[in-house]
């Protein structure tokens, strides 16, 4: 099963989240109708798909998610959201 790196910007917060999923239009739904309670995207309902990368497996995914969240940069989202070719190069340099 495929799984995915996805990004969604918040308009109304200015805000990107990352995330991993194996569905992405059901995931963006869940964010948005917050059925997590306790979720970082619970304070918008305006999320839109900003990139969706298919993966070989979670763990690619994971790996991912995991590097750009350590990067804590919106100005890197920006570019891999620009440029999700950069995405295909993290993952041949690991």
């Not at 998610?65 to 041949?92: G, T």
């Amino acid at each position: 099963m495929n799984h995915y790196l996805y990004i969604i910007h918040s308009e109304k917060l200015d805000k990107f989240y990352v995330g991993e999923t194996s569905d992405v239009e059901q995931r963006i739904s869940i964010h948005n109708s917050h059925k997590i309670k306790s979720a970082y995207t619970k304070a918008a309902s305006d999320w839109v798909l900003k990139l969706s990368f298919s993966c070989a497996n979670r763990n690619e995914a994971l790996y991912l998610e995991r590097f750009i969240k350590r990067m804590k940069s919106k100005k890197f989202i920006e570019k891999l959201v620009n440029d999700p070719q950069l995405l295909s190069e993290i993952l041949s340099k690991r």
